[in-house]
């Protein structure tokens, strides 16, 4: 009995701290970019729709933008089409620009809709194509070789999003935009919810990734910083503290401070929770980048 009752204590104590954290951000915009092992591992999925809810249900404004390059590619393979890459770039042509709408905009964005109804929480799936909300013109790679339909986002029009918000619905967006002539083209996600948490000044832009945070050094998750200023990390990608796959990662969490984030989040979705434990606790489990350097 001691022991329950102790256990329960250590549950209300876990809702004190998240207070004072509550209080400074209800209200506020929270841009999730949903990806890696949490969507693929079951009850990591059922953990970070948990952590949707209760953000909506305690008074923040959760928006969802979600990857599939996994799903993409097998899909494709099942069609017979051999993915193409250019240093980690997909290549993609009209037919994949068609495969990677379906799966994005419709069984991955669809799913994650349905998994938030199913916990109370009004949501609606959308892709960048919806009220014109992401448009793009041709990217190219950093060689200046051609990708396809591979989309550079030049405007975000959130018309459609504040209508969503302001009736208190999640909108769970697909990374798939639209040029001027009508094409469509296959966002990268992180770019994507970058862009999208600029434009909704967002007070916090939040990465789900398969790794601790961000690290000075890649192979010794001990080296997690756990604050990051816009300063330090320029400096980390100018001298090669930051390599390798983390490079886009930083790259898009400058950006988004750039466009207006109020802090930028890099945070392992391997691990249950890790978005209340990041929001709502004092210490934090990820890499937290801001504009200023924090004491």
Do not use: W
């Amino acid at each position: 009995m001691q022991y329950k009752l102790e256990t329960e204590i250590g549950k209300a104590e876990v809702l004190i701290e998240a207070i004072p954290y509550i209080r400074r951000f209800a209200g506020s915009i929270v841009v999730v970019k949903y990806g890696g092992s949490a969507m693929i591992d079951e009850k990591l999925k059922k953990s970070v729709i948990q952590d949707i809810a209760m953000m909506k249900y305690i008074g923040l404004k959760p928006v969802v933008v979600h990857g599939g390059g996994k799903e993409i590619t097998f899909l494709l393979d099942r069609l017979g089409k051999k993915s193409e890459f250019l240093d980690g770039l997909r290549v993609t042509d009209e037919e994949t620009a068609k495969v990677a709408e379906m799966v994005l905009s419709g069984s991955i964005g669809k799913a994650l809709v349905d998994e938030l109804e199913s916990v109370g929480i009004s949501s609606v799936g959308i892709s960048g194509k919806d009220g014109r909300m992401l448009l793009c013109s041709k990217k190219l790679d950093e060689k200046g070789r051609d990708l396809g339909f591979v989309g550079q986002i030049d405007t975000v029009d959130t018309s459609l999003l504040d209508t969503l918000l302001a009736n208190n619905f999640v909108p769970v967006i697909s990374p798939v935009g639209v040029d001027m002539q009508g094409n469509t083209y296959n966002i990268n996600a992180d770019y994507a919810a970058s862009a999208i948490a600029g434009s909704l000044s967002a007070q916090k832009l939040i990465f789900l990734t398969d790794v601790e945070g961000i690290l000075r050094d890649k192979d010794d998750p001990s080296t997690i910083l756990r604050t990051l200023s816009r300063e330090q990390a320029l400096s980390f990608l100018a001298d090669g503290t930051i390599k390798g796959g983390m490079i886009p990662k930083v790259q898009c969490c400058l950006d988004g401070l750039d466009k207006g984030v109020q802090s930028v989040h890099v945070l392992d979705g391997r691990l249950p929770h890790t978005i209340l434990l990041e929001i709502f606790t004092a210490k934090g489990v990820g890499t937290m980048v801001t504009k200023e350097e924090r004491t």
